[in-house]
């Protein structure tokens, strides 16, 4: 059985991690599993969004601590070194940078490597049983696959210490509330909420969304003047392409999809 399923339908990719009887941790098949499927997702034309979710209670417990994590204990600085590049699962690290949007359907625990995984997504939708952790520093360690910077970037710096230092989990309100997650729904929606995000980012330009994307990551961390400029290049860069005049003249003839409270905005 695979530990990672796969499958692609009507422009969206859908991706289960599914190794219930171990919450779903990454060991190193799972790790090399899901670099190919990141990888298949970024470079395949025919899907333009891909939802993450896990198999049973549990989105994901984390990086296996039996068969992933036992070789950092005595490992030499040129191995920390050549995993910066190799981050767990892609996602977190490595291919963190794939332009298509990404979606994480949280069922259940989402525990640290699993919580840096959910946090590498662009957009989280939590089932109300949903429970986010962070317990490495009850192990010894603490997140290195981008789960800090993600902390700071999505909840600011409060939420990021208390996670971190007291090692102890969070409802999905909670998460919701520190900006973590972007909905919480009732656990039996959870698929059909995330498909319905998927159908709205589908229904727009995805060579706007595309660089909405990579805008947003490019301005993190940056001082002002070079977030607006930024936004100003790459906004209106993509609005110099063709098929915007098209969209455009619909909008003056009153004829645009979404046209509000006048035209219905079909989601395909």
Known sequence: MSPVTYEKRDRIAYVTLNRPEAKNAINPETHTRLWEVWEDFRDDDAVDVAIITG???A????????????RWPGASPEAVRKNVDDGLGGLTRGLHRIPKPIIAAVNGWALAGGCETALACDIRIASERAMFGSFEARRGFHHADGGIPRLVNSAGVSAA??????????????AHKWGLV???????????????????ILRNDQVAVRSAKETILDMIGRNLDDQLRIEAMNG???????????RLQSFYD???????????????
């Open 254 to 268: 009153k004829t645009d999809r979404g046209r509000h409270g006048v035209n219905q905005t079909p989601l395909t």
């Open 236 to 246: 209106y860069s993509v609005a110099t392409r063709s098929g915007v005049s098209d």
């Open 55 to 57: 198999t049973g209670d």
């Open 59 to 70: 989105f994901c417990a984390g990086a296996d601590l039996k068969s992933y994590m036992n």
């Open 161 to 174: 210490m208390y996670m971190l230092l007291t090692a102890e989990p969070i409802t999905a309100d909670l």
């Open 182 to 200: 972007a909905a919480v729904v009732p656990h039996d929606q959870l698929m059909e909420h995330a498909e319905l995000v998927a159908r709205q």
